[in-house]
């Protein structure tokens, strides 16, 4: 388990560990897509660049979210997707992570707040306060997580 504060001042616990995730439901998500050896991430059209994710709607489950959110931020069609991690946040909020396998990109849903799909060459692994990514990913649950998914044969491929 690990504990930290994240850039907006809050408490967060973060695990990989199955029996401690499995026990708590998560009403938000936040995925790692890997396309072709990249990693797929979102540009926010206000908060930067950052990794798919966001709310459970009612009468969703987390992995549904998960492959709704990743396709309406970023466009990609997934193949697989696996739960690999839990974080909360001040106590409250809980949010799976999951690792994808992209099939394709498709070109992204309108009427969002997001502008394009970015990967790079190599997935950046220093982004913590580095315009333009976005605050949500200065905390060390992105590279923590990253770290977990290069081990995952989702990642094959990555370079870093």
């Known amino acids: 388990m690990h504990e930290f504060v994240d850039d907006f001042g809050f408490a967060v616990t973060l695990t990989f560990d199955p029996a401690v995730f499995r026990q708590r439901t998560a009403k938000h998500v ?3 897509p890997f396309w072709q050896g990249k990693l797929v991430f979102t540009r926010h059209r206000t908060r930067g660049i950052e990794l798919p994710g966001g709310k459970v709607e009612p009468g969703e ?4 979210a998960a492959v709704r959110e990743t396709f309406e931020e970023t466009g990609a069609v997934l193949e697989a997707i696996e739960r690999i991690g839990q974080y909360t946040v001040g106590g409250e909020i809980v949010k799976d992570i999951y690792i ?3 099939l394709h990109l498709a070109d992204l ?3 969002t707040d997001v502008e394009e799909a970015v990967w790079f060459e ?3 692994v220093a982004v913590k306060g580095q315009k333009p990514f976005s605050r949500y990913l200065y905390d060390d649950v992105y590279p923590l997580t990253l770290e977990q998914a290069r081990r995952h044969p989702f990642s094959a491929n990555v370079k870093t």
């Open 30 to 32: 936040l995925v790692f």
């Open 61 to 64: 489950t987390s992995l549904a």
């Open 100 to 102: 994808a396998r992209v």
């Open 109 to 111: 849903p309108t009427g």
């Open 122 to 124: 190599e997935i950046p």
